[in-house]
């Protein structure tokens, strides 16, 4: 259930065309071991406690609903595709870095303001304007 609704929180807030291929990728092959029931024998689970702290910070930030903190909330989501791709689906998705990048991996380097850099997950529907109670309610049910 929790992943499901991180799957359409996710999907809500992501609406660049390269950020949502990858992530489909992702989720496709996730499903895909769950379905297969593979998903502990085949991924590199021992990383999920890092995926939390990140997925905490995006919640906190979610909630907060704060025009300010979308740059924070890209950083997270890069956290979170660098955790998934070079930890969690090392040997699943060897070229998923490549794709999400147009063929080469990007590096964030964190002395150059973020407006400054090639951004990945720069559009996002975020912050929420309509039905913000609504929103709020949603994300702390996560």
């Given amino acids: 259930?929790?992943?499901?609704?991180?799957?359409?929180?996710?999907?809500?807030?992501?609406?660049?065309e390269r950020e949502r291929q990858v992530i489909n990728d992702i989720f496709?092959?996730?499903?895909?071991?769950?379905?297969?029931?593979?998903?502990?024998?085949?991924l590199n689970l021992s990383a999920l406690p890092d995926l939390y702290g990140q997925f905490v910070r995006l919640i906190e930030y979610l909630i907060q609903n704060n025009e300010d903190d979308k740059d924070q909330i890209v950083i997270v989501l890069l956290n979170m595709l660098e955790v998934v791709t070079r930890d969690i689906m090392e040997e699943e998705v060897p070229s998923l870095l490549e794709t999400a990048h147009n063929g080469s991996y990007v590096k964030y380097d964190v002395m150059t303001p973020l407006h400054q850099q090639r951004k990945y997950f720069s559009q996002l529907q975020f912050p929420v304007y309509s039905q913000k109670e609504a929103w709020k309610e949603k994300i702390k049910r996560l």
């Fill in 1 to 16: 259930e929790c992943y499901a609704s991180f799957k359409n929180l996710i999907n809500y807030l992501v609406v660049g």
């Fill in 28 to 42: 496709f092959k996730i499903d895909e071991h769950i379905e297969k029931e593979t998903l502990i024998t085949e």
